[in-house]
């Protein structure tokens, strides 16, 4: 307890010297603090969890004063916080200690009370926006661990099978009958987004890791009502390494997640993989695919970069060409749209809704981002 009271003194004295100065200063050093606690609370969870695996009697007095190192770290903020929603320092006291999962001393339901708290200016600024956006972000894999922890049919297809099919269904083109191109031009980007929102899905690659399940994930569209859907074929070869990843799935614009049952086909040197649903008897909403889009033309791309679910950003196309990998040639678009980590396999589409291309990577070294054409994804079907 003594810690304690030292480290909420410490950030007194800092947040007292910022008010006379610059807020730069407490950014910088406040951090310190933050981690302080970290470790703290790093340390009597690391002797809780021996005391509970040895059933020892000090069990409930670590509980309790895990809790209290926890909730002290959570209030001394709280003027600094009403300030300063999204600042360095209440990110990291807010989301490193409360990521949302059972096992988190700080639930999400707490981040979220206290974000609604705030005045509307500073939920509504940029810094409030995307501080609400990490929270929705949490939701979201709260919803998907939630539903892949209670249901074991969702399991689906295995990494050692993928693995198999990877190899099999290279170049095998299958019987899609995808939709035509849409007519139907959409005005605004919002009007757009909510039209490809509903066949836009996430990719769920869980593994265990310290008894806790984790989940990593990627993006995908539907092709075909009946679950047909295409991501790229570096998601499906993450998956397949063997003896790391326990199930696969895809989770729709509701939250509902459905297993993944089997890869149809595939194009390494074109990064893209047609894989297939369980879809349970619902019918989903499939993207029409377009044509090749010329350059500088308008682009959207709808994905998951980082685990920030459903971003939506715009662009133009600024080169098609042709290239080689893995020692076969391949067709390539760059864009300006911005995409990140997560939002691989997730479609690029014109004004009208069309899928003109795949998102599959981007170079940070020269700022490339690459896109498969659609033309590419049509080898594949029929």
């Excluded at 297809?157 to 299958?174: D, P, T």
């Amino acid at each position: 307890m003594k810690k304690i009271l030292v480290l909420i003194v410490l950030f007194n004295v800092l947040y007292a010297r910022a008010q006379q100065s610059d807020q730069s200063y407490f950014e910088q050093h406040v951090i310190k603090v933050v981690m302080d606690y970290n470790a703290e609370i790093g340390k009597l969870g690391e002797a809780l969890k021996l005391a509970k695996a040895s059933n020892s009697a000090d069990t409930i007095a670590l509980q309790g004063k895990r809790k209290e190192t926890v909730y002290a770290c959570f209030q001394v903020p709280q003027d600094f916080v009403v300030k300063n929603p999204a600042s360095p320092f209440c990110i990291a006291a807010l989301t490193m200690l409360g990521e949302g999962g059972d096992s988190s001393p700080v639930q999400l339901v707490d981040l979220e009370r206290l974000f609604n708290s705030l005045a509307p200016e500073l939920r509504n600024n940029a810094e409030g926006r995307a501080y609400a956006a990490k929270l929705a972000s949490l939701n979201w894999l709260n919803r998907i661990k939630k539903q892949l922890n209670d249901a074991s049919v969702l399991k689906g297809i295995s990494g050692n099978a993928v693995a198999e099919q990877l190899k099999e269904k290279i170049g095998k083109r299958i019987a899609v009958n995808p939709l035509g191109p849409a007519s139907t031009f959409f005005d605004t980007d919002s009007a757009l987004m909510n039209k490809i929102k509903p066949s836009v899905l996430i990719v769920n690659m869980a593994y265990q890791k310290d008894n806790t399940l984790k989940v990593n994930t990627a993006t995908a569209y539907v092709i075909a009502a009946s679950g047909i859907c295409v991501t790229n074929y570096h998601v499906m070869r993450e998956y397949s390494r063997k003896g790391i990843y326990t199930s696969l799935s895809v989770t729709d614009p509701k939250g509902k997640v459905y297993p993944v049952t089997e890869l149809l086909s595939c194009s390494e040197s074109d990064d893209l993989a047609v894989f297939k649903v369980d879809t349970r008897g619902e019918r989903f909403i499939a993207l029409p695919l377009g044509e090749e889009a010329e350059k500088m033309r308008p682009v959207y791309v709808l994905g998951h970069p980082k685990q920030d679910f459903y971003q939506f950003t715009t662009g133009q196309v600024t080169e098609n060409y042709s290239s080689t990998l893995f020692g076969r040639p391949c067709k390539l678009m760059n864009i300006t749209a911005e995409f990140n980590v997560g939002s691989s396999g997730g479609p690029i589409v014109d004004g009208y809704g069309n899928v003109v291309g795949t998102v599959s990577r981007r170079n940070d070294g020269n700022g490339m981002k690459m896109g498969i054409p659609v033309s590419e994804l049509r080898k594949l079907i029929e």
